[in-house]
């Protein structure tokens, strides 16, 4: 499996950004896709996930601001972060997991400032 992560960038506080990451290869393995972040001197943390049936699992410091939904096509997963903050500013990586491996791909810098 290999993960495509897009759409980061530079964004004030309070303002919005889409991440997209776009999964190829044996994507029928694949059971649950999602975003970590890692600020730099900090451990990564969980951002959101999504089982392939549809539940979403969030951390708590995004729940109520970030979304994680998925794209029509299945292999596309969409992290939708609204009300950013300063200590939103991270790497974020996408990960996919099955049965029996994790997948990450490349990650995308989101950088919330003034």
């Known amino acids: 499996v290999q993960l495509q992560a897009s759409g980061g960038g530079l964004v004030q506080p309070g303002g919005s950004l889409r991440l997209s990451c776009v999964a190829s290869g044996s994507i029928f393995s694949i059971n649950v896709m999602g975003w970590y972040r890692q600020a730099p001197g900090k451990q990564r943390e969980l951002v959101a996930t999504?089982?392939?049936?549809?539940?979403?699992n969030y951390g708590d410091s995004v729940q109520g601001r970030f979304t994680i939904s998925r794209g029509n096509a299945k292999n596309t997963v969409y992290l939708q972060m609204n009300s950013l903050r300063i200590e939103d500013t991270a790497v974020y990586s996408c990960?996919?997991?099955?049965?029996?491996?994790?997948?990450w791909g490349q990650g995308t810098q989101v950088t919330v400032s003034s």
């Open positions: 999504l089982t392939k049936s549809g539940i979403a």
């Open positions: 990960n996919a997991e099955g049965r029996w491996d994790t997948w």
